[in-house]
């Protein structure tokens, strides 16, 4: 029977076991807690990924070059990882909610700056902005999850959260060219700033959760980098987003060097959102049985096997299941080392989870870079297998890492 949050009118926080039920987010969670979380980090991935489908036509109704365009995604890009710890830090001294409510507020203005951009330059600044105050979403949403939610079963609710991230990802993938082409992609940049705008006033329901008194500015950044284990985990995380993040953005262009429409091509990119999904869903499930360190090589295999995939073949058969099992791979093995990240540095966790963020982002805008020039040439078997290989050691170092910790 569920119970009422005092400190939370109107959330019901619901009972819970060790089975992972789908109304049971994880002990000390409510259900409508985890619902806001979700739709904050659901909002972020869609505003981060919703730009890309429409690059050349916003190009073309504003009288741009592509390049020039291309400069309000990786403006985009550039600032949300730069403002990784930032928010961490501010997070740690002003709390997960606040943070999260700033933030929000400053998307919402943000986005409709966007829509209303009358020419590049505006659009390029206002979209620059919008990724600095998105980045805070996924970050807090994560570090109130490890706040919260008690070690053991931290995993869970971490899983439904990478659903709502990877359900923000496919709907962008998908909804932004078809919204665009056929009604404006100034509306696509409006969709984010509302659900934004409606957060900021939705979280106010949402509790502050207890955290270690705010030392000296900088005192979080101290307590994260005296930590072996999260340069550690860092150096994995830079690693998974050069190898996940980075070469994943090359499924669809693949696809497009073999005739494939752009449409096509972004429909089987957005399968990687629907395979996430459905893996989250099992691993929710599998934590308590499985052990992180199988949970970690599960995933492995399975980014192997759909770089491996790509490697052998570009056709549309194969880039589907590529592009499934690369979702699949992000579940098993980013959901558990999330969880990890989430307990090394617990009296300054907002900061260290960011640090974890700004590692992967790193890492992913990285390998993008390099692996830009085989792209232009074509050379995308070699591409698939550099990333299958390098697969193989990521899973080890994840893996043997996780093991040997006993925090």
Known sequence: MGTTDPAAPGIETRATDTTGAPDT??????????????????????????????LLLIGTQLGVSLPTVMLAASGYFLAYGLMQPVWGLASDRLGRVRVM?????????????????????????????????????????????????????????LSELMTAFALGTAVATVVAGALAHYVSWRLVFALPGVIALYLTVALRRLPEPARPPAGSLLAPIRVVLRSRWQWYVMAVAMLEGAVLLGFLTYVAPALESQGASATLAGAVSALYGVGSMSAAQMVKRLVGRWTPVRLIVAGGVQMALAFGLAAASRSVPALVLTALLLGGGWSFMHSTIQSWATALSPTARATGVAMFGLALYVGSALASTLAAAPAEHHAYQGLFLTAAVLTVPLTIAAALGRARYRG
Do not use: E, K, W
């Not at 969670?29 to 919703?50: E, H, I, K, Q, W």
């Not at 330059?121 to 979209?127: D, G, Q, T």
């Open 25 to 54: 987010p994880a002990p000390g969670l409510p259900a409508a807690a985890l619902r806001l979380l979700r739709t904050a980090g659901f909002v972020s991935n869609f505003d981060r990924f919703c730009i890309t489908p429409m």
């Open 101 to 157: 409510r700033l933030s929000l507020a400053g998307a919402a203005v943000a986005s409709l700056a966007s829509v209303l951009a009358p020419d590049a330059p505006v659009l390029i600044v206002a979209r620059a902005a919008a990724g600095a105050f998105f980045a805070a979403s996924i970050a807090a949403s994560i570090t109130y999850v490890g706040d919260t939610v008690p070690a053991a079963v931290r995993q869970r609710p």
